[in-house]
């Protein structure tokens, strides 16, 4: 197989393509960069994704205790408690905050 000057990009030269080597070297390295697969665009930092996106919503968080439902920001950096029977709904930790035990929640939409 014959290949550019810029061996080291692996790019194989244009009289080759159609030779058995370039169809397992296209199947292998080849990559969709304008449809990315959306699991792997999820792990991607938040400024490098196809289209930018925040990591953090807005929830509703149900008591479990007198069922009311408060808003909480995913990333709460404070304890959040419920306004009707001041049950700890979630706790904050580096990153998101953990929702206590037995606390449901439901994704805000935009």
């Known amino acids: 197989m014959l290949w550019s000057s810029f061996s080291f990009l692996l790019i194989p030269c244009q ?3 159609s030779c058995q080597n370039y169809k397992s ?10 449809h990315p697969s ?12 196809l ?20 808003t909480v ?3 709460a950096q404070t304890v959040v408690l419920c306004v009707g ?3 700890v709904l979630c ?3 580096g990153g998101k905050a953990r929702l ?3 606390c449901s929640f439901r994704r805000k939409q935009h």
């Open 15 to 17: 009289r080759c393509k």
């Open 25 to 34: 070297w296209k199947g292998s390295l080849a990559k969709d960069l304008l």
């Open 38 to 49: 959306p699991e792997e665009e999820k792990r991607k930092h938040k400024k490098k994704r």
């Open 51 to 70: 289209v930018q996106s925040p990591n953090s919503y807005f929830m509703d968080v149900k008591c479990p205790g007198c069922y009311k439902i408060t």
């Open 73 to 75: 920001f995913s990333h």
């Open 85 to 87: 029977c001041s049950t």
């Open 91 to 93: 706790q904050p930790t």
């Open 100 to 102: 206590t035990e037995g």
